[in-house]
Structure formats: C-alpha cells, structure tokens
C-alpha cells in the first residue's frame, strides 16, 4: 500500500449527502475482483448521460477537477452496501483523500485498508472547505497526516482526528497483509521451532 504522509492537490465538491456505494460505483462494475480500472466507473450514473456521453455537469468532468486528488462532500458518505470496489474506484481515478462530516462505519474502514484517508470534520468547518474546493484548479489543499492539518489556500488551518493506529498504518503504507509480514521473523523462527519439536506435523 501507498504510504499516506503529505497530500497536495485540487479537491472536488461533491455537494450531495447519503452517496451510498451504488452511487460511488454501480453494480455492472462488480464483476472484477481487480483493483485497478475501476476509477472509469466511479460515479458513472451521474458522469455519463444514457447514450455514454459525458454529463458535462457533473463536477468530476469539469475541466478544474478532472486530476482531483481530494474529494470534499456531505454528510453520510459511503453509506449502502458494503463494496470494497467503492474505496478501489476512488483510488484508481485518483482520489487519496475523502472529507466529510460522517461516514458509513463500513466504507470508513475500507478506505483505511485500501490508502484512502476518510477524514470527518465539523459542518462549520466542512463550509469551509467547500468554498475552498469551489475555486477550481487555482486553489488546493494540502493534507499533513502527521499534523493531522488541511492547510486551504489562503492559509487557513482546519485540524482533524484520527486513530493513533490507523494513522501510523497510513503513514507507514501498512495494509492488513503488510502487518502480518513485519513478524514475518516471529513466524518463521515459530515454524522453525515447531518442526523440530514436532517433527510429524
């Protein structure tokens, strides 16, 4: 997994509450058990008109936002069923970062294990950051993990919460997989040590 320490770039308003994980990407996108090519599903009922088109509307498809690296959006993001494609989908466009003022539990601890960093804010300061957001590609974010700091572009400071331990996971690129390897020695000297006192097993 990526290692997740300093993130700058444009994020994009997603002005919109309960997107649940159809919405993030629909259910013709699940055939694959691959977490890459997905990010040309994500959000597909609302980037694409009927005909496949792009609905020059949406905000993923202006111009400012096509490189977004961050998404800013509403209350309840992640909610529905329980897809691991939806955080895979983020990830693949681009998107490392997820801000909002509450998360579905389930699609919150995904983005965790996948590299994404879902980060809950007040309703005060998420305003903020919509008006941040809402200025294009002339104005970025930058996130510190380490800080625990979005710094906006006029220098304004928004600081968030975290769990120490999904924190240092992020920062050190450690998914579920990667924990398990650094006591990759523990394991082999146990190994080790069980084939010579139980030869037969």
Known sequence: MEKFTVLEGVAAPLKMINV????????????????????????????????GSENADFVLNKPAYRRAKILVTGDNFGCGSSREHAPWALLDFGIRCVI???????????????????????????????????????????????????????????RFDIDAFRKHCLLNGLDDIALTMVKAPKIASYEEKTKAERPWL
Do not use: H, W
């Not at 699609?107 to 950051?129: A, M, R, T």
């Open 20 to 51: 649940d994980t159809d919405r993030i990407i629909p259910k013709q996108y699940l055939t694959t058990i691959k977490r890459t090519g997905l990010g040309k599903g994500l959000f597909a009922e609302m980037r694409y008109q009927a005909d």
């Open 100 to 158: 909002s003022t509450s998360f579905a539990d389930i699609f919150y601890n995904n983005c965790f294990k996948n590299g994404i960093l879902p980060i809950k804010v007040s309703p005060q300061d998420l305003e903020k950051l919509f008006d941040d957001a809402e200025r294009g590609a002339n104005a970025t974010l930058s996130i510190d993990l380490d800080k625990q700091e979005i710094r906006g572009p006029d220098g304004g400071v928004v």
